[in-house]
């Protein structure tokens, strides 16, 4: 008696799990923390792929830190993200701007810059509307593409988040919110503005331009999910120049939207435990997401490091929970946590809880 075939409608496919605890290592090119290869509340690594780093040389690529820190990762059964980027999202300590940031150096010598000061740092920003920059940064980007499709590892990557500002981010300039407080130039800090302006800087021609990089990384990165980095854009908030005239929004908020209804993943570039001061329109746009585009991968990225932090009411892990109960009040897929806090015993069952979190919900 032949035995009945199974329908293909009673297979329950396994249930798809995400790495909820992603580890950033701020050390730079191929650094991670080895303990968390063995640590089952973290899942993936981001991997950072500095521009000058991977291609010294125009046209001459160096994958081998990349490629050894992925395959640690992937021999534990641990998943991968890819971290794109031109230049630092924090001013680096040269007040002069004679350090190049993660721009190569043969970048530099190519196309207009400016020079944002600190006190004791300064950062160079690239005409982000210049062709020469536009071709090479898409041309590194569809290497770097390229390079992963074509590895064992291409199912292996979680997203990719890809520079469409500073860091892996969306901002144009690190923001000067208090001269005081962040030891920033208001005056150094103008003129950048006025010079992004001369470039051609609106807040419609930064629309165009963030959301026409969107859609080149996803042609170019077709095996994983692109992630829209939010950020606030240029301070205040209420500036013009943030603004898109066309609909009254920030352009933050317009992009996101976009971007969500584009099939991209959204990313909250700044979570630091209750949005009362709504960084980015977040709140906004994860409302409009949720009830629109209910699938969207959700990502955050914590402020910063809480490790031997905190506050008299607040400790470490006080911090870290309060993160967690955000991310999951927002109904996120994942965060990236400074690695000196995945490597941190007391916050390994906050950890944990977010993991479960999301296993139950995604």
């Given at each position: ?32 923390n ?8 973290v ?24 490629d050894?820190e ?54 160079l920003?690239?005409d ?8 090479d ?21 979680t ?68 992630i ?29 939207e976009?971007a ?16 009362t ?31 031997n ?39 390994q ?12 919900h995604?």
């Amino acid at each position: 008696m032949r035995r009945a075939a199974t329908s293909p409608s009673t297979t329950v496919p396994p249930k798809r799990v995400y790495p909820a605890n992603i580890e950033y290592d701020p050390s730079g090119y191929g650094t991670y923390n080895h303990a968390a290869l063995s640590d089952p509340n973290v899942g993936a690594v981001d991997i950072n792929l500095n521009w000058y780093a991977v291609e010294p040389q125009a046209g001459k690529f160096d994958f081998a830190p990349a490629d050894q820190e992925v395959a640690a990762w992937v021999k534990q059964g641990k998943k991968v993200t890819l971290e794109l980027r031109f230049q630092h999202e924090t001013n680096v300590p040269k007040a002069d701007c004679t350090s190049d940031g993660w721009l190569p150096s043969w970048e530099v010598d190519r196309i207009p810059t400016v020079c944002e000061q600190r006190d004791t740092t300064g950062l160079l920003i690239p005409d982000y509307f210049d062709h020469v920059f536009q071709t090479d940064w898409r041309s590194y980007v569809a290497t770097v593409a390229h390079h992963y499709a074509a590895s064992p590892y291409k199912n292996d990557v979680t997203y990719a988040r890809v520079a469409l500002g500073l860091g892996a981010e969306s901002f144009p300039l690190e923001p000067c919110y208090s001269p005081a407080a962040q030891h920033c130039s208001a005056a150094s800090y103008r003129a950048a503005v006025h010079q992004l302006q001369v470039w051609g800087y609106t807040a419609a021609s930064w629309l165009r331009w963030q959301e026409g990089m969107l859609a080149y990384y996803k042609k170019a990165l077709t095996f994983t999910k692109v992630i829209y980095p939010i950020n606030q854009m240029l301070y205040p908030r209420t500036n013009r120049l943030n603004i898109n005239t066309a609909t009254g929004n920030p352009v933050n908020v317009d992009v996101a939207e976009w971007a969500a209804a584009h099939g991209f993943g959204i990313g909250q570039q700044g979570l630091n435990g209750p949005y009362t001061g709504d960084y980015a329109n977040f709140n906004e746009i994860i409302a409009y997401v949720r009830k629109h585009f209910p699938s969207t991968y959700l990502q955050f990225q914590t402020v910063a490091e809480v490790s031997n932090k905190g506050t008299p009411t607040c400790s470490a892990v006080c911090l870290v929970k309060r993160d967690v109960q955000v991310a999951e009040l927002d109904g996120a897929h994942s965060i990236e946590w400074y690695s000196a806090d995945d490597a941190n015993p007391s916050l390994q069952p906050s950890f944990a809880q977010f993991q479960r979190y999301v296993n139950a919900h995604h």
